[in-house]
């Protein structure tokens, strides 16, 4: 057992896949005041390509006050850049799928308030982007940052949807074009999923600057939401 006043924690791990071969690793941060074997809202959080998950939690996670578990998953794929989230068709389709179910015996694994919330930036909203479209029901919510969605990485099938999709994009991304946020959100709108799409006067790192405070502010209204169900 933790001391309830240690405010983060975080251990190195891996899930593997029996029925896909697909491996993820991640570690598990706290924030709030918790004890790290409660029943806590899962916050899953998917960083840009070639990035790691320590930077990425440092640069865009290390302000939430709410009692929550944070899972960072490091991208599944190996580039000369680093390790990246899938960019064609076929792999969306292996790993796709694969990581909902990653995602889901997360779930199982750690006492879970209700449904977890994503969060991915860039290679990783991309990922959040398809979670919305092919598994939206797995998520409460869905916060995609600069990321892309198109009909070609769908490919066929797909849900109908609950879940709630908050993206933000820069109008000066130079990276992934902000044209490419706005496709992304009328696919999923075309696919009756409830998607409010916020853009912002920066470039691709500038939701970093310019839009922390407010996606961290929403953030943790959704994560108050899910702290309800513990009563």
């Not at 960072?72 to 179910?101: D, M, N």
């Not at 779930?107 to 449904?115: D, F």
């Amino acid at each position: 057992m933790f001391n309830r006043n240690i405010q983060r924690w975080f251990n190195d791990s891996v899930i593997s896949l029996s029925s896909s071969g697909v491996t993820f690793s991640y570690i598990v941060r706290y924030s709030g005041n918790v004890d790290t074997e409660e029943c806590l809202p899962m916050l899953v959080a998917l960083h840009g390509d070639g990035d790691t998950v320590d930077s990425f939690y440092e640069t865009a996670l290390n302000e939430f006050k709410i009692r929550a578990r944070i899972i960072l998953f490091q991208g599944p794929i190996l580039h000369e850049c680093g390790r990246v989230w899938p960019y064609s068709a076929a792999q969306y389709t292996e790993y796709g799928k694969a990581f909902c179910e990653a995602v889901e015996q997360l779930v199982i694994k750690y006492a879970t308030v209700n449904k977890p919330i994503l969060f991915g930036f860039s290679g990783g909203g991309a990922m959040a982007y398809y979670q919305a479209a092919k598994y939206g029901d797995s998520y409460s919510y869905i916060f995609p940052i600069s990321g892309l969605l198109t009909n070609e990485q769908l490919g066929g099938g797909g849900i109908k949807s609950n879940t709630q999709v908050f993206a933000y994009h820069g109008k000066s991304d130079q990276v992934v074009p902000f044209s490419a946020g706005k496709k992304a959100e009328k696919i999923l709108k075309k696919k009756n999923i409830q998607v409010n799409f916020t853009g912002f006067e920066s470039g691709h790192l500038g939701v970093f600057s310019d839009m922390k405070s407010e996606i961290t502010r929403t953030v943790e209204e959704k994560l108050e939401n899910l702290l309800k169900y513990e009563k």
